[in-house]
C-alpha cells in the first residue's frame, strides 16, 4: 500500500515529544512490513539537519493557493535515517517556519492549516496517488476538509485519510479567518454544529473535531485512553464529537523502534548491554553520574523523570517524586521542559534550591542524547501522569530495564502491570508499580512498594527489571493493526 504521513513531527529530526516518535517509528515498520511510506514535512529553520541525508530541492515551484493570492514554496527530500521525507518550505513573508521553534506561536493555527494546505498541493502538483494520508493531531486536522470538499474534485478521489489523535488538549481552536486564507470560502456551511464548529464557541472552528469529522478512521493511542475519551471529560468537549462518530473511532496502542530505543545498539551510551548481561547498566549509571556530578554511591537507587513539565504530566507529583526518592535514599534525575512560564519558574527556582545535592539533578531543556543516557541509568522511571494518551516514556524505560513508577490512567494501564496487585497477569508477566488516586499519598504508596523491593529484596528487584526488559512494545503489532484500518477504510 502506498501511504503518506502528513504530520508536524518526525523523530529526530523534528521532535518535540512522543508525536515524533511515533510518526517515525510507525512509518519505518510500514515499510519493513512492505508498504511504501512517505512523510511530508514542515521544513523548520531549528530542526536537526545533522539527521537527515542527502537533503535535496526536488520541486523548487511549489505554488500554494492561499489567501486569495499564491505562496511560493520550495520542497525539499531527504531520508532520515532511511525513511524518504518531503520538507515544505515556503517563501513568504509570514516565515512560517522560520521561527526558531516547532510550536508556541500567536499565528500557529494560520501556520498548520498553511502546512496542510500546501502538503495537499503537493500531493496534486507532484501527482502522488496515495492509497491512505494518515495525519496527526490537530495540526493536519483541516487536511482531510480539504481535501473532501476542494481537492477531491480537482482529481484527488482517491485517498482515505486516517486521523490519530495523540493529545486531546491541543485542539487548534481558531477564528473564521483561517478558513478564508485555506479557500473554505463558505463560512456558514463549515460554522455548523455537524461540521468544523467548536462545540462550545459558536464564533471559533476546531480544527481537531474537522479532522475527527472528516477522516474516515480516527484513532487515538491507547484502548484504554479511547474509552476514556468516549466516556470521561479527557477529551476536552469532543466527547459528543466522537460519540456521533463513535463507529470510526478506535485506540491503536503506539509502539516504540527498537532499532532506535535498544540497550544492546545505543550509541548515546558508553556500553552496551542486555537482559543477559546487565553489566553496561552500571557503566551507564557511573557516565550519568560523572557528567551530572552526581555521588558515586551504588546504594543509592537512581530514579529518573523524562518528559514534558506540563500539567498533563502532573508536574505536582513530580515534584513529590523528587523529595520522596531523597527521603528515602535515592537520587533523582530530572530531564524535561515546560512551556508555562509558571511551571518553568517552578523548577528553575527547584532546580537552584537543589543545586549542592549531591543526590539531585534537574536538566530544564530538551536534549535527546541525555535521555538515553538517563534511561539507561536509571533503576526507576516515574511517570505521574494526570492522564496520558498512551505514553511513551515508560515503554522505553522498560527496554533499558528502569522499572516503570506509574498512575493508572489511559495508556499506562495499557503497559504497566502492577508487581503485587495486577489481576490478569501472572507475576513473571508484570513489570512495574500502579497507583490511581493523583495525590503524593498515592504517589508513595507505589514508590514506597519499589523502594522496599530494591532495597529488601535486590534479586527480585533485578528480577523485576529483566521481566520489564522481554516485554515486547514494538511497532509489529500495532503497524499490522494501521494496515487492517488502511485495508478497511480503502475497501
Ligand atoms: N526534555 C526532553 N529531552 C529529551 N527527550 C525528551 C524530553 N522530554 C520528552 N522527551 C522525549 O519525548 C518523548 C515523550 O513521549 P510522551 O509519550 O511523554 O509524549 P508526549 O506527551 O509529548 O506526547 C503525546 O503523544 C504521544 C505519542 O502518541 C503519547 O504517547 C503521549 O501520551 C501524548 O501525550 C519520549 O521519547 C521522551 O524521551
Known sequence: MYVIQVASECAPVIKAGGLGDVVYGLSRELAAQGHCVEVILPMYDCMRYDHIWGLHEAYANLWVPWDGGRVHCSVFCGWVHSQLCFFIRPHSFQDYFDRGCYYGC?????????????????????????EIIHCHDWQTGLLPVMLYEMYKFHGMDHPRVC????????????????????????????????????????????????????????????????????????????????????????????????????????TYMPEPYSAKDMTGKAAAKRALRDRLNL?????????????????????????????????????????????????????????????DNPNCHLELGFNEELSHLIYAAAD????????????????????????????????????VFDWDYDQDKPQEERNGFLFYQSD?????????????LYYENPTLFAKLQKQGMECDYSWKKPAEQYTGIYEYIKA
Open 106 to 130: 500567536d499565528d500557529d493555527q494560520m501556520r498548520f492549516a498553511f502546512f496542510s494546505k500546501a502538503a495537499l498541493e503537493f500531493l496534486q502538483q507532484a501527482n502522488k496517488k496515495p
Open 163 to 266: 486521523y490519530t489523535v495523540h493529545n486531546f488538549k491541543h485542539q487548534g481552536i481558531t477564528g473564521a479567518n483561517v478558513l478564508r486564507e485555506t479557500g473554505l470560502n463558505n463560512e456558514p456551511y463549515y460554522f455548523q454544529y455537524d461540521k468544523l464548529q467548536d462545540n462550545f464557541n459558536p464564533f471559533a472552528i476546531n480544527m481537531m473535531k474537522a479532522g475527527i469529522v472528516y477522516s474516515n478512521h480516527v484513532n487515538t493511542v491507547s484502548p484504554h485512553h479511547a474509552w476514556e475519551a468516549r466516556y470521561t471529560p479527557i477529551s476536552c468537549g469532543l466527547g459528543h464529537t466522537l460519540e456521533v462518530n463513535q463507529g470510526k473511532f478506535g485506540g491503536v496502542l503506539n509502539g516504540i523502534n527498537y532499532n532506535f530505543w535498544n540497550p544492546e545498539t545505543d
Open 295 to 355: 555521588e558515586h554511591n551504588d546504594e543509592r537507587p537512581l530514579v529518573a523523570f523524562i518528559g514534558r513539565l506540563d500539567d498533563q504530566k502532573g508536574v505536582h507529583l513530580v515534584h513529590h517524586s523528587i523529595y520522596y526518592t531523597l527521603h528515602r535514599g535515592g537520587q533523582y534525575v530530572l530531564l524535561g521542559s515546560a512551556t508555562e512560564s509558571g511551571i518553568n519558574d517552578y523548577f528553575h527556582h527547584e532546580k537552584s534550591y537543589l543545586s
Open 380 to 415: 526507576m522511571i516515574v511517570v505521574p501522569s494526570n492522564y496520558e494518551p498512551c505514553g511513551l516514556t515508560q515503554v522505553i524505560g522498560l527496554k533499558y530495564g528502569a522499572v516503570p513508577v506509574v498512575r493508572g490512567v489511559g495508556g499506562l494501564v495499557n503497559t
Open 440 to 452: 503524593p499519598a498515592a504517589l508513595e504508596s507505589a514508590m514506597c512498594r519499589a523502594f522496599d
